[in-house]
């Protein structure tokens, strides 16, 4: 595996409160996500379903494999991921 190289950017997810989401209920594109500032929670769009049709993320029968089967805000301390950029160095 490679390292990756550094590159400055800033990736930012759509955000607004809960209730703002629901009265204008958007489409989000596919992989667009779509974060509630009051509650924390998130939605994923698919590009076809609208923000009040979406399921939250993670949703709660799968929440337990979020972290290689860890809880959110637990203590995982193992080895953190290393990411493969085919090749480029």
Avoid: H
Wanted: glycine residues 12%; contains cysteine.
């Amino acid at each position: 595996m490679s390292q990756c190289p550094t590159v400055p950017g800033r990736f930012q997810v759509r955000r607004d409160t809960a209730t703002n989401w629901t009265t204008n209920n958007p489409k989000l594109a596919d992989g667009e996500m779509g974060y509630e500032t009051n509650t924390g929670r998130m939605k994923i769009g698919d590009g076809i379903n609208f923000w009040n049709d979406l399921p939250y993320f993670p949703s709660a029968s799968n929440l337990t494999g979020v972290i290689d089967g860890g809880l959110p805000n637990s203590d995982y301390t193992d080895t953190p991921a290393v990411i493969d950029c085919g090749g480029i160095n």
